[in-house]
């Protein structure tokens, strides 16, 4: 009968490995109360010069001294400490943790008035205890990656780009990964070139190409925790010319938990393309106007209309309120609210903000205390062919939202404005400034019950009609993107990021403030859609790469288009609650002048009077300098006859 074999080295190897937490510190404990007594026996020889006079005081002494040994460890989180990442805080705490040990037994000898135990052993102790404690360590680390089990077929061949601190712990974390096997560290400092870390070489980034043909490495994790966005993008070019797919570490690492190292692991998002860190909010400012409280949101199905929602409800409001044009997108939403919080009261109504009486309806019986105004048309070129319903849902829709927050006397209601308000070269952004003016104009009329604010956004990366979702569907049929022109910049800001700032700057308003994101530089397009192509692993073809996967075209600029937005014009900027969130006060119509130009706008608008609707806007908003470097786009006016030519705004 032929006898059962003996586990491999190997095996016991991955049985260890896969132990639970608790059962690995149970097999260290024991392994310490067995040794640490021999270590103070070695002590009391070396203090005492023989082994009989060290063993004349008795099993007592040596177990004190161990239990207040794996005391002082327990306390001091050695046992936490996990053994295959061994660094120097492990090395501190033991030191640390054997001088506290010392210590107690010393101060317990004095109480005790013990005489005859020697002090000076206690001290020898201390060294012989730590170079156990290190020693075993370390041997038992080295014993694990030498004979741990064979890794799996599908594991993915990896580069590490930073051999810095969190570069080498990552490296120690994927040597136990059944899912990444580093084979080297990329680096921009030639003093690191053919160095060693952990084990792994280290290469110069110049030979980037090189290597990983000849190591057959199929993706790169960038290990830099503190990359410029700047940097990250020069990175991300880099590696995608060598023909890698590329990750990131997402933040630093924490060796006290096996798995924080790998599963910080993660695909490059284009939040790491912002140009700069996201602005956190501040959380005493962010549940003022909520929590709580009644909330109504205008435009609840849009991109912007449903993050708010969603930002909202994890402040505990007492009912929300949601209020959208479209049926499928006000299900949707609600739908998402409502299986997430299903003991919050939501309330979806649908329909048109322009509907006062609907508007009203919902303010006075459902005794709304904060509003915030999302519902617009946002998209340039489609408002610039339908200018009627574009200015009729933007300017009458504000107009009529003001109004009933005034009469029913609502708290607090905030608009949702556009960097494409200040000095508007389209329909679409004048029409922002004029609901800009409404709300200015109420906050002076109703300013002891209804506090006004407005918000202006740059660019909202990936809500619907923005440029990164244009930009995937190109990419996803194979090219070309499409980009209007090749200085064209816009400021970019993270969708939690606009909702968070909508929130906080209800709480910050003291009535007709404008609220703006400090949101860094402007980013150029062109530059965007090359950190897309890269992050979708292909590369731009060009004259200098022809052999490139995607197209870069420019098609001109649209009708009403500017190169560069701007968030401030010349109004006075003063700071807010918040550092990174600015205030301003900008010049004002009076609400009565204002009441009579919107009076001839809208019924410029229902005789589709192309000419009395400029004469209009530009009376309304003086900044207002349509484009001309383009044809103007089709009109949906025409045959309108002009009968309003000029009238002259009275400002305050």
Same mark, same amino acid.
């Given at each position: 009968?032929?006898?059962?074999?003996?586990?491999?080295?190997?095996?016991? /190897?991955?049985?260890?490995?896969?132990?639970?937490?608790?059962?690995?510190?149970?097999?260290?404990?024991?392994?310490?109360?067995?040794?640490?007594?021999? /270590?103070?026996?070695?002590?009391?020889?070396?203090?005492?010069? %023989?082994?009989?006079?060290?063993?004349?005081?008795?099993?007592?002494?040596?177990?004190?001294?161990?239990?207040?040994?794996?005391?002082?460890?327990?306390?001091?989180?050695?046992?936490?400490?996990?053994?295959?990442?061994?660094?120097?805080?492990?090395?501190?705490?033991?030191?640390?943790?054997?001088?506290?040990? +010392?210590?107690?037994?010393?101060?317990?000898?004095?109480?005790?008035? %013990?005489?005859?135990?020697?002090? !000076?052993?206690?001290?020898?102790?201390?060294?012989?205890?730590?170079?156990?404690?290190?020693?075993?360590?370390?041997?038992?680390?080295?014993?694990?990656?030498?004979?741990?089990?064979?890794?799996?077929?599908?594991?993915?061949?990896?580069?590490?780009?930073?051999?810095?601190?969190?570069?080498?712990?990552?490296?120690?974390?994927?040597?136990?990964?059944?899912?990444?096997?580093?084979?080297?560290?990329?680096?921009?400092?030639?003093?690191?070139?053919?160095?060693?870390?952990?084990?792994?070489?280290?290469?110069?980034?110049?030979?980037?190409?090189?290597?990983?043909?000849?190591?057959?490495?199929?993706?790169?994790?960038?290990?830099?925790?503190?990359?410029?966005?700047?940097?990250?993008?020069?990175?991300?070019?880099?590696?995608?010319?060598?023909?890698?797919?590329?990750?990131?570490?997402?933040?630093?690492?924490?060796?006290?938990?096996?798995?924080?190292?790998?599963?910080? *692991?993660?695909?490059?998002?284009?939040?790491?393309?912002?140009?700069?860190?996201?602005?956190?909010?501040?959380?005493?400012?962010?549940?003022?106007?909520?929590?709580?409280?009644?909330?109504?949101?205008?435009?609840?199905?849009?991109?912007?209309?449903?993050?708010? /929602?969603?930002?909202?409800?994890?402040?505990?409001?007492? $009912?929300?309120?949601?209020? %959208?044009?479209?049926?499928?997108?006000?299900?949707?939403?609600?739908?998402?609210?409502?299986?997430?919080?299903?003991? &919050?009261? =939501? *309330?979806?109504?649908?329909?048109?903000?322009?509907?006062?009486?609907?508007?009203?309806?919902?303010?006075?019986?459902?005794?709304?205390?904060?509003?915030?105004?999302?519902?617009?048309?946002?998209?340039?070129?489609?408002?610039?062919?339908? =200018?009627?319903? !574009?200015?009729?849902?933007?300017?009458?829709?504000?107009? +009529?939202?003001?109004?009933?927050?005034?009469?029913?006397?609502?708290?607090? /209601?905030?608009?949702?404005?556009?960097?494409?308000?200040?000095?508007?070269?389209?329909?679409? !952004?004048?029409?922002?400034?004029?609901?800009? &003016? =409404?709300? $200015?104009?109420?906050?002076?009329?109703?300013?002891?019950?209804?506090?006004?604010?407005?918000?202006?956004?740059?660019?909202?990366?990936?809500?619907?009609?923005?440029?990164?979702?244009?930009? $995937?569907?190109?990419?996803?049929?194979?090219?070309?993107?499409? =980009?209007?022109?090749?200085?064209?910049?816009?400021?970019?800001?993270?969708?939690?990021?606009?909702?968070?700032?909508?929130?906080?700057?209800?709480?910050?308003?003291?009535?007709?403030?404008?609220?703006?994101?400090?949101?860094?530089?402007?980013?150029?397009?062109?530059?965007?859609?090359?950190?897309?192509?890269?992050?979708? !692993?292909?590369?731009?073809?060009?004259?200098?790469?022809?052999?490139?996967?995607?197209?870069?075209?420019?098609?001109?600029?649209?009708?009403?288009?500017?190169?560069?937005?701007?968030?401030?014009?010349?109004?006075?900027?003063?700071?807010?609650?918040?550092?990174?969130?600015?205030?301003?006060?900008?010049?004002?119509?009076?609400?009565?002048?204002?009441?009579?130009?919107?009076?001839?706008?809208?019924?410029?608008?229902?005789?589709?009077?192309?000419?009395?609707?400029?004469?209009?806007?530009?009376?309304?908003?003086?900044?207002?300098?349509?484009?001309?470097?383009?044809?103007?786009?089709?009109?949906?006016?025409?045959?309108?006859? $002009?009968? &309003?030519?000029?009238?002259?705004?009275?400002?305050?």
């Amino acid at each position: 009968m032929p006898t059962p074999s003996l586990p491999s080295l190997a095996t016991c /190897c991955t049985r260890m490995v896969s132990m639970n937490r608790t059962a690995k510190i149970l097999l260290m404990v024991g392994v310490d109360v067995l040794a640490l007594p021999l /270590c103070f026996l070695v002590a009391m020889t070396l203090r005492l010069g %023989d082994t009989g006079s060290a063993t004349r005081f008795g099993m007592a002494a040596y177990l004190e001294v161990t239990l207040v040994t794996v005391a002082a460890f327990s306390v001091s989180d050695v046992y936490r400490a996990v053994i295959r990442f061994i660094d120097q805080r492990l090395l501190t705490a033991t030191g640390l943790a054997l001088g506290g040990a +010392v210590l107690c037994v010393y101060f317990g000898l004095l109480l005790t008035k %013990d005489e005859q135990l020697p002090r !000076g052993a206690l001290a020898i102790y201390w060294f012989i205890a730590f170079s156990y404690v290190v020693t075993s360590r370390i041997s038992v680390r080295n014993f694990l990656r030498n004979h741990i089990s064979a890794r799996p077929a599908n594991e993915h061949t990896v580069a590490i780009y930073g051999a810095g601190e969190a570069g080498a712990q990552l490296a120690l974390a994927m040597r136990s990964s059944n899912e990444y096997r580093p084979v080297c560290f990329f680096d921009e400092k030639h003093v690191l070139n053919e160095r060693t870390i952990d084990g792994l070489r280290v290469f110069h980034t110049d030979r980037l190409s090189e290597m990983v043909s000849s190591l057959c490495i199929r993706s790169i994790i960038i290990a830099i925790p503190s990359v410029s966005p700047e940097r990250l993008r020069d990175i991300m070019q880099r590696l995608a010319a060598a023909g890698v797919t590329t990750k990131i570490l997402s933040r630093l690492l924490d060796l006290a938990d096996e798995r924080a190292p790998i599963e910080s *692991i993660r695909e490059l998002k284009f939040e790491d393309l912002l140009g700069r860190a996201p602005v956190p909010p501040r959380i005493d400012l962010f549940a003022r106007c909520v929590h709580q409280k009644t909330v109504l949101v205008t435009g609840a199905g849009g991109s912007i209309g449903s993050e708010l /929602c969603r930002q909202i409800v994890t402040l505990a409001p007492a $009912q929300l309120h949601l209020l %959208d044009h479209s049926e499928f997108a006000l299900y949707t939403i609600r739908q998402e609210l409502q299986t997430r919080f299903p003991d &919050l009261p =939501i *309330i979806a109504h649908l329909g048109s903000v322009c509907s006062s009486a609907l508007v009203e309806r919902i303010l006075q019986d459902e005794q709304v205390d904060t509003i915030y105004h999302a519902a617009a048309y946002k998209h340039v070129p489609l408002v610039e062919t339908n =200018i009627v319903e !574009g200015l009729r849902n933007n300017v009458l829709g504000s107009q +009529v939202i003001a109004a009933a927050a005034g009469k029913f006397k609502v708290e607090t /209601c905030v608009l949702i404005s556009s960097d494409k308000a200040v000095r508007p070269s389209n329909i679409m !952004g004048a029409s922002k400034r004029i609901a800009e &003016l =409404i709300f $200015q104009a109420a906050a002076s009329r109703y300013s002891a019950d209804t506090t006004f604010c407005m918000v202006r956004f740059g660019n909202v990366l990936g809500s619907s009609g923005s440029v990164i979702p244009l930009f $995937q569907r190109q990419i996803a049929h194979g090219g070309p993107l499409t =980009i209007t022109h090749p200085d064209v910049a816009r400021y970019f800001m993270l969708i939690s990021e606009a909702a968070q700032l909508v929130i906080q700057a209800g709480a910050m308003a003291k009535g007709g403030d404008v609220f703006v994101l400090d949101m860094g530089a402007p980013i150029k397009i062109v530059d965007l859609a090359r950190s897309m192509i890269v992050l979708s !692993g292909l590369t731009e073809r060009s004259p200098l790469n022809p052999g490139g996967d995607i197209d870069i075209k420019f098609v001109g600029l649209f009708p009403g288009e500017k190169l560069n937005e701007e968030l401030l014009t010349e109004g006075l900027v003063y700071p807010s609650e918040h550092p990174r969130i600015m205030r301003m006060k900008e010049s004002a119509l009076h609400s009565g002048v204002l009441e009579t130009y919107i009076t001839f706008l809208m019924m410029a608008c229902d005789t589709n009077d192309r000419g009395m609707i400029d004469s209009m806007v530009k009376a309304i908003v003086a900044e207002y300098t349509p484009q001309t470097h383009m044809a103007s786009a089709p009109s949906v006016l025409a045959g309108g006859k $002009q009968t &309003l030519t000029k009238i002259i705004p009275f400002r305050i």
